[in-house]
Every structure is written in structure tokens, then in C-alpha cells.
T-cell receptor, first 113, second 111 residues
């Protein structure tokens, strides 16, 4: 275990469904991130939270809605997704926002049908 | 200026050979250059990292070579093993800003 746990590991959802991805870290970090990983593309930063406050939203469509109730938990709520949203969604954490030591979770493989 | 270019896209090496992956950046303000290793079904994990005031860093079979004037850095895997088969990402960061990742290199080490 890396210290960052993501659930579920796999998710298949229809375009009209609503689902949530969960991320939990036990490292005492204060910053958490959502990344999207698509084949043959660089990791795409989606959202940054620092001490529960959202500090960055990289022009992510509103069908992705993040939630950070505390420094240890991060959610990504999904609704009315498109097939092109199918990807591996990675959560990461670091001691502070934009510091050097990122720890990634194993990701949620999302398939939109 | 925030891009990190990485090559090759994929690499096949025989067991015992040397694997070399190259990255190039534009922003001379970057002050930390990590490499991440990702196995199938897992998230990226930090492998080795270097700061720009050092030209080389070695950890076991993994070496980063850094050329500040050329704005390039590379990962060398000596005595490559089948267990090294993974996707490798270079990255660059300026403290206080977000990581910039390369697109990744898929390494296959043949037994």
C-alpha cells in the first residue's frame, strides 16, 4: 500500500449515471490532487486541494465535481459523463500544495458506456 | 514553456542491457526533476529525483544524468531486468507550482 487508497478500483457507468470516486490518505499530508491519465497523454491535473480548500481547477467540465471534507479524504463526483471521459483517475497527496513529494494512489479505472 | 518532452514513446531492451529514456524542458526555473515508475494497475511511484545543481545521481541500477545547459535529463537503467518493465514518467517542478509530467515511456525488458 502506498498510503493513498482509492476506491473503487474499477467502475463502469452509463452516461446518465451518477457515481463517486473516493480517495483516502494516511500520510498526514495537507494537499490532495485529482489527475486524469489517458493513453499516450501526459498526466492531466484536474483539481488541487490544500487544507481542504480548492486552490486549482484546470478548466475541468462541471460534470466532474470534487469534494474535500477534510485533509485526509477527497471525492470526485461524476454525472452525465461522456465516453471520452473513460480513463484512469489518479489521486495524489503531498505534504503541502505544490511541494516535491507526491504520493499517488493506484487509481480508479473508469469506463463510460 | 511548461511542457516536458519525453522520448522514446516505447522501448524494448534485452535482459542485462541498458535502458535510456530522455526528457527535455524549456522552463529554466524548474528546480526539481523526478522520475516516476508505473506498473500496470498501479499509480506512479517516485523512483529517483535530481536537482539542477547536480549533474548525476545514482541509486542502485538507476542513474539520472542532468545537462543544465542543454535543458535535458535522462534516466539510465543498467542491467535491465524483466521486473523493470513498466511505464516511466519524467517530471519537472518549480517549488510552489504544480508538477509538469512527460507523456511517458513504456519499457519492455525481454527475458
Amino acid at each position: 500500500e502506498t498510503g493513498v487508497t482509492q476506491t473503487p478500483r474499477h467502475l463502469v457507468m452509463g452516461m446518465t449515471n451518477k457515481k463517486s470516486l473516493k480517495c483516502e490518505q494516511h500520510l498526514g499530508h495537507n494537499a490532495m490532487y485529482w489527475y486524469k491519465q489517458s493513453a499516450k497523454k501526459p498526466l492531466e491535473l484536474m483539481f488541487v486541494y490544500n487544507f481542504k480548500e480548492q486552490t486549482e481547477n484546470n478548466s475541468v467540465p462541471s460534470r466532474f465535481s470534487p469534494e474535500c471534507p477534510n485533509s485526509s479524504h477527497l471525492f470526485l463526483h461524476l454525472h452525465t459523463l461522456q465516453p471520452e471521459d473513460s480513463a484512469l483517475y489518479l489521486c495524489a497527496s503531498s505534504l503541502g500544495a505544490s511541494t516535491y513529494g507526491y504520493t499517488f494512489g493506484s487509481g480508479t479505472r473508469l469506463t463510460v458506456v | 514553456q511548461q511542457q516536458v518532452k519525453q522520448s522514446p514513446q516505447s522501448l524494448i531492451v534485452q535482459k542485462g542491457g541498458i535502458s535510456i529514456i530522455n526528457c527535455a524542458y524549456e522552463n529554466t526555473a524548474f528546480d526539481y526533476f523526478p522520475w516516476y515508475q508505473q506498473f500496470p494497475g498501479k499509480g506512479p511511484a517516485l523512483l529517483i529525483a535530481i536537482r539542477p545543481d547536480v549533474s548525476e545521481k545514482k541509486e542502485g541500477r538507476f542513474t539520472i544524468s542532468f545537462n543544465k545547459s542543454a535543458k535535458q535529463f535522462s534516466l539510465h537503467i543498467m542491467d535491465s531486468q524483466p521486473g523493470d518493465s513498466a511505464t516511466y514518467f519524467c517530471a519537472a517542478i518549480l517549488y510552489g507550482q504544480n508538477f509538469v509530467f512527460g507523456p511517458g515511456t513504456r519499457l519492455s525488458v525481454l527475458p
